[in-house]
């Protein structure tokens, strides 16, 4: 009688329900804690074969990490470099996502796909467009030469004034994503009713909308600042060898100095600095709404 | 006669783009202490004129006064209204004390002066002590309570209420109701609120406006609309009736097309066409068989018991009416039995001008 019926949840046993946890925690398990784990103990190794072969533990990489300044430079070049975006992006955001919110048009639609459709391209195309702009013989520069407004090229790429600016515009559409989706508290009556409580413009917009918005807005900063400090592809095609921010340097160490231990350290420094933000942020999101 | 507090002055609204006015050469003009409803089917352009008093909405032509001072130039923020919107609109990142004082700190006002005009705002619509809730911790009424407050504690020129009623449920709703008026009376604020609910505007205005279409279809008193209407619109948009149309045979009698004689207070010449309304309430049952000057014999047609009264239709010659009547422990009229139904002269309305 009731074989068409399943059975209600709370009466299947509960080793059949964790079953269907089963290909998504496995698939994690392979593709993300097992490799982390082995990055963290080939942190500790000596050599490449030995971090292959799990035959020594040694603090080596670490002190070379920890002692060297050149890697203090390089962590701090990282942070400076996700905080800028992050801000700058968030900051050119703010006013697009703001707009395609309220925007009574009926293009409200064709307008946010524009918004975001620059997700479309590679970064790598995306990166290639700015180096194309910002290269010593590239738009900007032979037009400034041009008008004799300069005599030589200013140095725009290679760069971290060219990452920056390569990477706050490769990532603005995912800071209008979050906005968009963070801003649903926003509501033009709200600010009606200020209007008509005596408030003007500025106060309308200081103490009703930008509230409002802040968790949009933090969402948006936080994942433009991780998206970035991660990020390889483009501060190392615009740097052209002279950026040196985290993602980088893993890279070198792993491909070019074949420094397995060092590359699995710092990638541990990044998981380290990466989370300690995002618990920050937490800490400060749920500070903002009680 | 003081002069008006609220003088609207041939207001009209025509939205871009749009073929006809949404708000059409509408005046009205209310004394200092009056609550006026504006009462209308949505779409008639009530909560135009509400958002243009308020300044939210700018009028195509016309004036608002105040005092007698035009009001048309002053933006919104320095209009010092007082406005309570259908949703309450009520800041959801602030505390219900911090949503009332937020008109306040937008004034200027010190602190402590603040701290006791919110209280009190508090005490006058029975909050007190739930100033540091959130706005998410208060009931629908509760929040309505909140709103009111926060637009009065400013002490405002005129308090505009769009549809106070509509977000509550119907116990609640009789309740704030009488809160609104008891709270209007108490602080004599200017009160205009807009309505689509006849018995909120009968019940909590001193005067109603009634619109249609953009225009102003009749302003008076709530006996006056009910009982007075000027037009076909405002005696069948506010309650029920049974409007028939004949042509005056002697002054205060009228000869109705299919139905008979009826007999009213007014006068009328002799010959002129008239249109009365008979509320279906106001029929009563009576014994004397078949038709005369004011009662109607017919055939029930159809019959709702609804407890206290039963509502039935009757043909009677070529017209057919309604009437309401209460409901006894004996014999009731029946589906498909014959009823007569008188109504006394005065219970006859009559629609439009009775002048003449």
């Known amino acids: 009688m009731s074989e068409g019926f399943a059975p209600p949840v709370d009466k299947v046993p509960r080793g059949l329900l964790l079953l269907l946890l089963v290909p998504g925690l496995f698939a994690l398990v392979v593709t993300f804690l097992l490799p982390i784990l082995w990055l963290f103990r080939a942190s500790f190794a000596t050599s490449a074969v030995k971090a292959l072969s799990g035959s020594d533990w040694s603090l080596e990489a670490y002190r070379e990490v920890l002692l060297d300044t050149f890697y203090w430079q390089v962590a701090w070049n990282t942070l400076i470099l996700g905080v800028s975006v992050a801000a700058i992006a968030v900051i050119l955001s703010f006013p697009i996502a703001l707009f395609l919110v309220r925007t009574q048009s009926r293009w409200q639609g064709v307008l946010t796909a524009l918004a975001v459709a620059p997700l479309l391209t590679s970064s790598v195309v995306r990166t290639y467009g700015w180096m194309v702009l910002l290269g010593d013989r590239g738009v900007i520069n032979s037009t400034l030469q041009a008008m004799s407004l300069t005599s030589g090229p200013i140095r725009l790429a290679n760069s971290s004034f060219g990452a920056t600016v390569a990477l706050v515009e490769i990532l603005m559409p995912y800071a209008i994503l979050a906005m968009l989706s963070g801003f649903g508290r926003l509501n033009a009556q709200l600010e009606e009713a200020a209007t008509v409580l005596g408030a003007n413009r500025f106060r309308v917009f200081s103490r009703i909308i930008l509230p409002l918005s802040l968790p949009g807005v933090l969402t948006a900063a936080l994942l433009v600042f991780v998206l970035a400090i991660s990020a390889y592809v483009t501060p190392r095609l615009i740097g052209g060898g002279r950026v040196f921010v985290l993602g980088t340097e893993v890279f070198n160490e792993a491909t070019v100095t074949l420094n397995w231990p060092l590359a699995a350290a710092l990638s541990m420094l990044l998981l380290v600095l990466f989370s300690s933000v995002i618990v920050i942020y937490q800490r400060a999101l749920r500070a903002l709404d009680t | ?356």
Do not use: W
Request: with cysteine; hydrophobic share 40%.
């Open chain 2, 1 to 356: 006669m003081t002069d008006p507090h609220v003088q609207i002055d041939r207001l009209v609204k025509t939205y871009a783009g749009a073929s006809k006015p949404s708000v059409d050469n509408i005046s009205v003009s209310l004394p200092r202490g009056e609550m006026l409803a504006l009462l209308g089917p949505s779409g008639c352009g009530k909560t135009t004129v509400l958002r243009m008093i308020a300044g939210l909405i700018a009028p195509t032509s016309g004036a608002i006064l105040i005092n007698g001072r035009d009001i048309s130039a002053v933006p919104v923020y320095k209009r010092n209204m007082g406005m309570v919107f259908q949703a309450y609109a009520l800041f959801p990142h602030m505390s219900i004390a911090e949503n009332i004082s937020f008109g306040l700190e937008m004034r200027g006002i010190p602190k402590a002066e603040t701290e006791v005009r919110v209280r009190r705002a508090l005490d006058l619509v029975k909050l007190s002590g739930l100033g540091e809730r959130r706005v998410g911790q208060l009931s629908g009424g509760q929040q309505q309570r909140a709103a009111i407050a926060r637009s009065l504690v400013i002490e405002p020129e005129l308090l505009l209420l769009d549809e106070p009623l509509s977000n509550l449920d119907a116990k609640l709703r009789d309740e704030m109701r009488d809160e609104i008026r008891d709270i209007q009376e108490r602080t004599g604020v200017t009160t205009i609120f807009v309505t689509h609910d006849q018995d909120e505007a009968l019940s909590m205005a001193d005067r109603l406006a009634v619109l249609s279409q953009g225009r102003l279809e009749q302003i008076g008193t709530p006996r006056e609309i009910f009982d007075r209407p000027q037009t076909d619109f405002v005696a069948s948009f506010i309650g029920a009736g049974n409007i028939v149309v004949g042509n005056v045979v002697e002054p205060g009698v009228a000869d109705i097309q299919g139905l008979g004689r009826l007999q009213f207070v007014g006068g009328g010449r002799a010959g002129i066409p008239i249109r009365l309304m008979v509320r279906p309430h106001r029929f009563v049952l009576t014994n004397v068989a078949g038709n005369g000057v004011n009662h109607f014999s017919g055939i029930v047609e159809h019959i709702v018991y609804r407890g206290e009264i039963v509502t039935l239709t009757a043909r009677s010659g070529a017209a057919v009416l309604k009437a309401d009547l209460p409901t006894h422990a004996g014999k009731l009229p029946e589906k498909g039995s014959r009823v007569t139904l008188a109504v006394a002269p005065e219970d006859v309305t009559v629609i439009g001008d009775d002048s003449q």
